[in-house]
């Protein structure tokens, strides 16, 4: 489908030539409304310039605009509704836009009513939709946090959160896979820094709203990657955190108990995607140093489920104060690309 070259053409979020990628809330009447980490909204078009019509909750979220799948800068809208300017001064024929969140759902949602496209301008077909998908489910090393504070302080400003350069958008590029990404700093699977724990949020189309689901029909991907303990390896040891109190009393979970919770997680997953490969993985920090206790718990966990298509692998340890870096994350995409080619054919 292609409309005619026009000076002036609005393309409204409900338009079927718009590609959208994770779980975006397309069933509002005025906009579609973003809230997780590495979603996406692209188009095909012809025109000299092209702008997004927007309004952010916050005025703390960012996003890669990208540009012929190349270029890229940075947009940060603000609580206005208004058009930004994503590409002007571009040459005549086909161009690609996208718009990818950098940042994540705590940030607050933002509101995509449209795009418009000026001078000779014309939409074109729909992206083709990539025929692999894969899908992540993480904490902040997938959520990509920090990941471009180089002075390794760990700033928790959203400035340097970028979940473009995970390496779960590393390792989905590679494969040119659909990407959808469910994750959050902090969480976990027993117990989390927040309240919020991931088999609580596993399944929601809006990660604030316990009665927004998503529905796991929507997306079926080939491979499924969980990247989840690394929070609940430090917690369990906090007797005194809020959290460890409202989960656990007075007691940590043993070792059973943190093997249960985990085999439940990766079995409600399977009831969801009964062909899926399964990778159950930890790294890149300290729950990943050899000989770590939650590596064998995943191990074990695995085991139970008996199950040859849900499998383990460990990311390598990085030794660090901070969070992984962008270097470090391209460390651990080419340990996960390597373990999927010698291990899964999709």
């Known amino acids: 489908m292609s409309c005619k070259n026009k000076k002036e053409l609005l393309i409204p979020f409900s338009s079927p030539e718009i590609e959208f990628s994770g779980r975006i809330d397309t069933n509002k009447v005025e906009a579609a409304e973003i809230y997780w980490s590495g979603s996406s909204i692209k188009i095909n078009f012809e025109g000299e310039s092209i702008h997004a019509l927007l309004k952010d909750e916050t005025g703390d979220n960012y996003y890669n605009v990208i540009l012929d799948n190349d270029s890229i800068s940075i947009l940060k809208p603000d609580t206005s509704k208004r058009y930004y300017q994503l590409a002007s001064n571009l040459s005549e024929g086909k161009h690609s836009i996208e718009l990818f969140k950098r940042t994540e759902w705590n940030r607050g949602k933002t509101s995509f009513f449209g795009y418009k496209i000026k001078n000779n301008a014309r939409l074109l077909a729909k992206p083709t939709s990539n025929k692999r998908k894969i899908e992540f489910y993480g904490n902040s090393i997938t959520a990509g946090y920090a990941i471009e504070d180089f002075s390794g302080k760990d700033s928790p400003d959203s400035t340097y959160t970028n979940n473009y350069l995970s390496y779960a958008a590393i390792t989905a590029r590679h494969f040119n896979a659909k990407f959808q990404c469910i994750c959050k700093s ?18 929601r189309l809006i990660p604030t709203d316990s009665t927004s689901k998503w529905n796991f029909s929507l997306y079926t991907p080939d491979i499924v990657v969980i990247n989840l303990l690394q929070n609940d390896s430090w917690l ?59 590596m064998k718990y995943i191990k074990v966990a695995v085991e139970n489920l008996n199950d040859e298509k849900i499998l383990t692998h460990f990311m390598p340890y990085i030794k660090s104060f901070a969070h992984p870096s962008v270097q470090d994350q391209q460390i651990m995409a080419n340990s996960l690309i390597q373990f999927i080619d010698k291990n899964i054919e999709w």
């Not at 902090?186 to 399944?203: A, C, F, K, Q, R």
């Not at 159950?280 to 770590?292: D, F, H, I, Q």
């Open 186 to 203: 902090g969480i976990g699977i027993t117990v989390s820094w927040n309240p919020l724990i991931m088999p609580e949020m596993y399944d």
């Open 236 to 294: 369990v040891n906090l007797p005194e955190h809020e959290e460890f109190k409202r989960r656990f009393g007075n007691k940590a979970p043993t070792d059973r108990e943190i093997i249960n919770a985990y085999q439940k997680f990766v079995a409600n997953l399977r009831s969801k995607y009964s062909r899926a490969s399964i990778i159950c993985t930890l790294g890149s920090m300290n729950a990943a140093e050899e000989g770590s206790k939650w």
